[in-house]
């Protein structure tokens, strides 16, 4: 029976100095399976919790975008599925709760999202972690749901916890009991850092909504791939040879370290989706001829199954003559170089926002030039290159905020490998550098 996953891992150079410390990216490409069209009919239940920023900056046209978003997520879901809404500002409010999505229940719901208003301040985890609650007292006794959390917000977190370190690990530890976050960013006020440290560690999918009639699109599109989902629970390990040093270099954090044995938990996979992991690898001496085997597995639930599947990548380790003289994989140094540039893009923005222009000279003389020495062989690499040079220059001055957001997002879809599911489309990160 073929399975739901396949995984396949490649390295960048397939030879390594045998005395040790050679560097090696190992690109691990976990696909999901297409989803015949009568499969979407079998799917496990979902309990989905909507949880909606009704602080004052949503006032307007942002609230009303927002409730048109929620009604048409009553109208999508289905006769099984569970549905939560929560309203946050300085003070949380269910207006919904785990209503059965039936004739009764859908309009029991759209009563209640009619009667949404907009507040005062903005208590992003308190309103966050109570939908989490109340997912999580349904799952009780009950493994059939999938378990999803969307999360809408136009402002800045200014009360109750707002560190994104914090907040992601949180989101870490709901995505291990079961429970996936996701989040949307509307207008120009959010957070980046907060809504991403949520959806990658969440296991879930960060979205922005420029405009309000987005928001609309892009929660009706993410409830659309919920229907489409092939794999739930996703968790990728890694056992690395031993003494062997790993550093993660896509946006999804390491989740455990044990010993030589490393683990992420990635969310749900859909139909034809991708999540592609790339691993800074420092390796150890061996002797000559010697095989470093890097041992990959995926497992996930599926309609109350759990499966597996595993790949296996090795590099030799040889004379240094012979390491020199390798070619190196260019399809996975591309992918590479797109994931380093992307974490690049993240940090600069991120300096430019906190107007820490001093950190710039930093990254120029040092990531950079390693960037730069990675990048410089490869077809297309220059343009990547140049792309960095130019926003390190401009980065030393303040940039318009969406701007930064337009470049940080999609610096964020190349990493987690999404789309962007507003229909407005946008030119690539680097037509938003300002001149």
């Known amino acids: 029976m073929e399975k739901n996953i396949a995984i396949a891992v490649n390295a960048d150079r397939e030879l390594a100095w045998y005395r040790g410390n050679s560097v090696r990216y190992l690109v691990l490409d976990v696909s999901g399976r297409e989803m015949e069209k009568s499969a979407s009919e079998k799917k496990d239940p979902l309990n989905l919790a909507l949880v909606i920023d009704r602080s004052g900056s949503m006032h307007g046209r942002p609230i009303r975008a927002a409730k048109r978003a929620a ?13 939560t809404v929560v309203c946050f500002d300085n003070e949380v409010n269910t207006i919904v709760k785990s209503l059965v ?14 009667e949404i208003d907009s507040g005062g301040m903005t208590n992003l985890e308190a309103g966050w972690l109570r939908g989490a609650e109340h997912l999580a007292e349904n799952m ?26 914090v907040l992601g690990g949180y989101a870490n530890g709901l995505q291990a009991r079961g429970i996936v976050s996701t989040t949307v960013g509307i207008g120009d006020g959010y957070s980046p850092e907060i809504l991403q440290a949520i959806a990658e560690n969440g296991g879930g999918r960060m979205h922005d909504a420029e405009h309000p009639e987005e928001i609309v699109e892009v929660v009706t599109a993410e409830l659309g791939e919920l229907s489409q989902v092939v794999a739930d629970n996703l968790r990728l390990d890694i056992q690395m040879p031993e003494g062997a040093k790993c550093k993660w270099l896509s946006s999804r954090s390491l989740n455990r370290e044990e010993g030589n044995k490393y683990s992420c938990l990635l969310g749900s996979l859909v139909s034809k989706g991708k999540r592609q992991v790339v691993l800074q690898v420092t390796l150890p001496a061996g002797g000559k001829g010697e095989k470093l085997e890097f041992h990959c597995t995926a497992s996930w639930s599926s309609e109350g199954e759990t499966d597996s599947c595993k790949a296996v990548a090795d590099i030799k380790l040889v004379k240094g003559k012979e390491n020199n003289a390798q070619r190196r994989n ?6 590479v170089a797109a994931v380093w540039q992307s974490q690049l893009i993240r940090k600069i923005t991120r300096i430019n926002v906190r107007r820490s222009y001093d950190r710039l000279g930093e990254i120029q003389n040092g990531e950079f030039r390693y960037f730069e020495r990675y990048c410089r062989d490869l077809t297309g690499g220059r343009q990547m290159i140049d792309g960095i040079e130019h926003l390190l220059r401009r980065a030393r001055r ?3 905020e969406r701007s930064r957001k337009e470049m940080t997002l999609a610096a964020y879809k190349v990493q987690s490998h999404e789309r962007d599911y507003r229909r407005k489309k946008r030119g690539s990160w680097d037509s938003f550098i300002e001149d």
């Open 71 to 83: 009604a048409g997520v009553v109208e999508m879901l289905g006769k099984d599925d569970l549905l």
């Open 101 to 114: 999505m039936d004739s009764a229940g859908r309009a029991e719901a759209q009563m209640a999202i009619t």
């Open 330 to 335: 260019n399809p996975c140094s591309l992918i």
């Open 140 to 165: 009780e006794g009950n493994g059939m749901f999938r378990n999803h959390i969307v999360l809408l917000s136009d402002g800045m977190a200014n009360e109750g916890e707002t560190d994104p370190e």
């Open 398 to 400: 303040p940039m318009r």
